[in-house]
């Protein structure tokens, strides 16, 4: 009873280092999503993929690159960590359309 | 641009209190309205909307649209110390494809004993 797992949790990087955040979901949903949360700003839309072979910038894609390897797997890259990108990165996946399911998150702080 | 609205940001209140969170929409092409609950981890499905007027109910949870106000609400009665959350509302449209949904920015609940 998986649903959408995330890796790591929790991970902390220096300035200018690079990193991979990893997602896969087993309820063979098409859409797949990565959102940033930070304190007041609600979860803002980093990148996303439509279905498999696509994917699309959100309203805060700066900094970040995203690959879809597969229906079930879609990976948000951080090549040169900065500061700003202090925050906590959920994924989530969904059907056809509306309800989104979240992963747990990861903690990512850049020193 | 589209823009999702919740008020208040925070609030707390004791228990067995009655809130009520709201949440207006600016969008293009609107779809349904969703809630979802975030404790300390993922957020959580509550309730999608689609038509104006007609209640969802979850124990004692509820929400309603009015489309033509372009706002939700969403009711909370005789709160739960388990009830502390974000509560966040997103709007879904039919623009192109499987567009993402749009979020405000949550109302942080807290209920205290």
């Known amino acids: 009873n998986a649903g959408v797992t995330q890796t790591p949790k929790f991970q902390v990087l220096k300035t200018g280092q690079s990193m991979t955040l990893q997602c896969a979901q087993d309820?063979?949903?098409?859409?797949m999503y990565w959102y940033r949360q930070d304190p007041g700003m609600g979860l803002r839309l980093i990148y996303y993929?439509?279905?498999?072979?696509?994917?699309d910038k959100g309203e805060v894609p700066n900094g970040y690159n995203v690959s879809r390897l597969n229906k079930r797997e879609f990976s948000l890259r951080l090549e040169s960590a900065a500061p700003s990108q202090t925050s906590v990165y959920f994924c989530?996946?969904?059907?056809?359309?509306?309800?989104?399911?979240f992963g747990n998150g990861t903690r990512l702080t850049v020193t | 641009e589209d823009k999702v609205v919740q008020s208040p940001l925070s609030l707390v209140v004791h228990e067995g209190d009655t809130v009520t969170l709201n949440c207006s929409y600016e969008?293009?092409?609107?779809?349904?309205l969703l809630w979802y609950k975030q404790e300390k981890k993922a957020p959580t499905f509550l309730f999608m909307l689609?038509?104006?007027?007609i209640e969802k109910k979850s124990g004692r949870l509820s929400s309603i649209l009015d489309k033509k106000e372009l706002f939700s609400i969403l009711n909370i009665t005789a709160t739960q110390t388990g009830d502390s959350a974000i509560y966040l509302c997103?709007?879904?449209?039919?623009?192109?494809?499987?567009?993402?949904?749009?979020f405000g920015k949550g109302t942080r609940l807290s209920v205290i004993a």
């Open positions: 989530a996946s969904s059907a056809l359309r509306g309800t989104l399911h």
């Open positions: 309820m063979n949903h098409n859409s």
């Open positions: 993929s439509a279905s498999e072979g696509t994917t």
């Open positions: 969008v293009t092409n609107f779809r349904s």
């Open positions: 689609t038509s104006s007027g």
């Open positions: 997103a709007v879904e449209t039919s623009n192109s494809g499987n567009t993402p949904l749009v």
